[in-house]
């Protein structure tokens, strides 16, 4: 079982920047391919970034890519979604999500709230 932990969500300014953290737990961190999505009011769930085990590649939804950044720290069990230029439709709640290759089940946290003032 993999236990998934976000923070770093608030409320900002549309122009700004947040950076979210994931902390995992419960299974050797350098095994999980992790990913962010989000999903905002009244909308289906997308995906925002994802990195593979080592962090060598990365991989974004073609709307946020050169805005946002994913990276992770095997050392500290933690996955980052630096989010600069933040927009109104950004508002979200973005949740992380963790898989191992080769296992069926993937996990997920319990989300942050984003949300961007105009």
């Known amino acids: 079982q993999v236990e998934l932990v976000e923070s770093g969500g608030g409320l900002v300014q549309a122009g700004g920047s947040l950076r979210l953290s994931c902390a995992a737990s419960g299974r050797t961190f350098s095994y999980l391919n992790m990913k962010w999505f989000r999903q905002a009011p009244g909308k289906e769930r997308e995906f925002v970034a994802a990195i593979t085990r080592s962090g060598a590649v990365t991989n974004y939804a073609a709307s946020l890519k050169g805005r946002f950044t994913i990276s992770r720290d095997n050392a500290k069990n933690t996955v980052y979604l630096e989010m600069n230029g933040l927009k109104p439709e950004d508002t979200a709640v973005y949740y992380c999500?963790?898989?191992?290759?080769?296992?069926?089940?993937?996990?997920w946290g319990q989300g942050t709230q984003v949300t961007v003032s105009s």
């Open positions: 999500n963790a898989d191992e290759p080769g296992v069926v089940q993937s996990y």
